[in-house]
Each structure stands twice: as C-alpha cells, then as structure tokens.
C-alpha cells in the first residue's frame, strides 16, 4: 500500500495572517500620523504665530526681526493702514505714528533686512492686493538688484505660500517645525529669542547702537 501524504490546513495560514498583520500595523500607523498632523495643523492654525490668518487678539503678538518675511505678509493683509514703509534694514526704524503723521495717514511698517528687489516685488504684490495702500515709501538701494534677478542675500528662502491666496498650499506653513515651535513658545508664555511686542514700531533697532561723532570715530562696532 503506497504511504499517504497528509498536509496541515494551518500551515498555509500563516502568510495570510502576517499580511493582515502588517496591513493592520500599517493602517494604525497611518492613522496615528494623520492624527497627529491634524493636531499639529489645528494647534498652529489657532496661535498662527507669523499671523498669516488674523492679528493676534488673546495673546500679545510678537514681531520677529530675523522672520519678516514670515511675518510681514500676515500684517499686510491684516493690520489697519493707508501708509506703507517698506525695503531693507534702512527702512525698519521709522515710527508708525511719526510716519503716519508727517505723511498725513495711519502707516504701517513692512520693512525687511536685506530685502533684494525681488523679494520687494513678492511683498508689494502681496500688500497692493489688499487695496489698502494709498501711498508707499520704499529705498532701492545697489545691493537690492546685485546679482540674479530671483537672487536673495539671506540663507532662508522666501516663504511663498504665506504670499498667495492659495489656501492649500498652507500646509506648509500649518506643519511646519518653526512655526510650531513660535506657537509652543507662545501657548507658554516662554520668552525665546529676539522679538518685539510694539505694533508702532515692529523692527525697531536704533536704541541698540549709539548713532554719534565719538562713535563714528571710534570706528566700526564688532558683530
């Protein structure tokens, strides 16, 4: 009699689990992920610490020099004026209500340090778009068309999506790592870096530096 072959029901089994297994693993960690940048994107969307979505009602804004470019798109759309002050480092000591009143309006400061030309037409396109602007003083100095027509003297490239009304592209700023670490700063009241809280005059650096004959002849101050 030939010997009969018996095969196990189980054993086939056991690819089919694995795959259900993983598939499991898999859908969990996708749902955790989604989860968790919802989050993210709910929690900066409420802080909106570069104030691309409204001006700062429950906590007292903070205005970042090394973030204009993040910032200064938010106050364009959302802050009361008539009067724009923008361009390089040049422009960031003028006083709103000084300005507002020699220009006869209420101004608003946009300046950004080391602005290229480029980057100014982003901004003028972004503010001009609000309809708000009557009148514009800028400076366009040499360095501002130095080199490649899209050129920037900064490192940090110029966040565009916070420039457009495109409403998806968003995403970017919503998870992004800086802008969550501002809103965890913010949500804790932790005073972290270089910032100010006067709406007046945002960029405001004069008070740092001693502008007068001694110090010209005492030459250059060290970084």
């Known amino acids: ?28 960690l996708a749902i955790a992920c989604a989860t968790l940048a919802g989050a993210v994107m709910v929690f900066n969307f409420a802080i909106d610490p570069f104030q691309h979505y409204r001006k700062p ?12 470019r ?24 003028y006083r709103n209500a000084e300005a507002g009143a020699i220009l006869g309006g209420k101004a608003i400061n946009l300046a950004m340090g080391a602005m290229t030309a480029w980057e100014l037409r982003q901004l003028l ?14 400076d366009l100095n040499f360095n501002a068309f130095a080199g490649s027509p899209e050129m920037q ?28 670490g501002k809103s965890v700063e ?17 960029w405001y650096w004069a008070d740092e530096y001693e502008f007068s004959k001694e110090a010209t002849l005492r030459g250059p101050r060290p970084w």
């Open 1 to 28: 009699m030939a010997p009969t072959t018996t095969h196990s029901s189980i054993a086939p089994q056991f690819p089919l689990l694995e795959r259900r297994t993983v598939l499991r693993y898999a859908l969990t």
């Open 57 to 68: 009602t429950w906590y007292e804004a903070r205005y970042y020099r090394p973030l204009q």
């Open 70 to 93: 993040y910032v200064n798109p938010g106050m364009a759309r959302h802050y009361d004026y008539d009067t724009v002050i923008t361009g390089s480092s040049m422009m960031e000591n």
């Open 125 to 138: 396109g972004t503010i001009i778009a609000t309809g708000k602007a009557k009148h514009i003083i800028l």
């Open 153 to 180: 003297v900064v490192t940090d490239p110029l966040p565009l999506y916070l420039y457009d009304d495109n409403p998806w592209n968003d995403v970017r700023y919503l998870l992004h790592a800086q802008t969550l």
């Open 186 to 202: 913010i949500a804790l009241g932790t005073k972290r870096g270089r910032y100010s809280t006067d709406a007046g005059q945002p």
